[in-house]
């Protein structure tokens, strides 16, 4: 059967020529080349030419040096006060080191009966596998009501 043919067979059934795949695929890479030259530049500016502002209005401006000496002090006592736990942790920071502490806690068991994991993850793919049988079941019967 040629090409013709099966396009008559089924036309109903949406499809993609080779060409349209290939050009599709070259677009796709072209903006993601985009995507990664405007992340590099938007790196540079941010690691070089911010920083380098900033030591050149230091140098030429007293109340940006103020500025930055303050910020370059006050950094590591807060992070001093973090790390010795005389500043309170936030919400957030505590449910992170409770799903941290979870996930640890998986991995420990995980690690003690491989065996059990990977019965566990069977069960857990054959339950998703059913389900999706299930649910195309159901799509297939009502298509066939309606």
């Not at 109903?12 to 030259?37: F, W």
């Not at 911010?50 to 050149?56: A, E, N, Q, Y």
């Not at 940006?64 to 920071?93: C, D, H, M, N």
């Amino acid at each position: 059967m040629d090409g013709s043919s099966l396009i008559k067979i089924y036309h109903d059934i949406p499809y993609k020529t080779d060409p349209e795949l290939k050009e599709k695929v070259l677009k796709e890479m072209r903006e993601h080349r985009r995507g990664l030259v405007v992340f590099r530049w938007l790196i540079f500016i941010v690691m070089v030419v911010i920083p380098l502002g900033i030591v050149i209005l230091g140098v030429v401006s007293p109340f940006v040096a103020a500025i930055t000496l303050f910020y370059s002090v006050v950094q590591p006592v807060y992070k001093w006060l973090k790390t010795t736990g005389k500043l309170k942790k936030s919400p957030r920071e505590l449910e992170k080191e409770k799903e941290e502490l979870l996930m640890r806690h998986h991995h420990y068991h995980c690690e003690r009966n491989p065996e059990g994991f990977l019965k566990l993850k069977i069960e857990n793919f054959e339950s998703a596998l059913r389900a999706d049988v299930r649910k195309d079941a159901e799509a297939l019967k009502n298509k066939k009501i309606n």
